[in-house]
């Protein structure tokens, strides 16, 4: 099951209604020794995946698992996967997908591998590179603040996100 993303829960056909973060592995692990009290459901590229290396993950309010793959983003809904990535997406510029981030306006940040960072809000995709401001196109990492500045950390630096711009972070001393 190398590669693959798994959840255990426990044995009970009612809670397949609702997908959970907490009960979800990233990478999936040998099950033995799970008891027979538990199921284990795998899901692969064969299952609609779009690659079996999952890089990131993160659950929206909405309740979807955003999987972030070397071969684009996927959205869960605990059935079916839906696919974006630079073949069907024309904003996501690199299928990479290295990070993923919900903001506290539920936006969702993409970073990508030389793509920049996505972010889709409303149901829409804005693109951000270097063209854009952000000091390298290889994203690897995305946080928020208390003051609701998104932080991308990108191979050659980091910025935040504020008031619709972004801004270099200050260079240490």
């Not at 064969?46 to 698992?65: A, S």
């Not at 208390?146 to 980091?158: D, K, L, M, P, S």
């Amino acid at each position: 099951m190398k590669g693959a993303v798994a959840r255990v829960r426990p044995n009970l056909p009612a809670l397949r209604r609702r997908v959970s973060l907490g009960a979800w592995l990233g990478l999936a692990l040998p099950c033995a020794g799970v008891s027979s009290d538990y199921l284990t459901d795998v899901w692969q590229a064969e299952h609609g995946l779009p690659q079996n290396t999952v890089t990131c993950v993160t659950q929206t309010r909405d309740g979807y698992l955003w999987l972030g793959t070397l071969n684009g983003v996927a959205r869960f809904d605990g059935v079916r996967f839906v696919v974006f990535g630079a073949h069907n997406t024309p904003e996501l510029k690199s299928s990479r997908i290295l990070a993923l981030l919900e903001d506290r306006q539920g936006g969702l940040w993409i970073g990508t591998e030389g793509g920049g960072a996505a972010r889709l809000h409303r149901g829409r995709f804005a693109t951000f590179t270097a063209w854009e401001g952000l000091p390298n196109n290889i994203v690897q990492g995305l946080r928020e603040d208390a003051r609701g500045r998104v932080w991308i950390g990108t191979q050659a630096g980091v910025c935040a996100w504020q008031d619709g711009a972004f801004v270099q972070a200050p260079a240490a001393e």
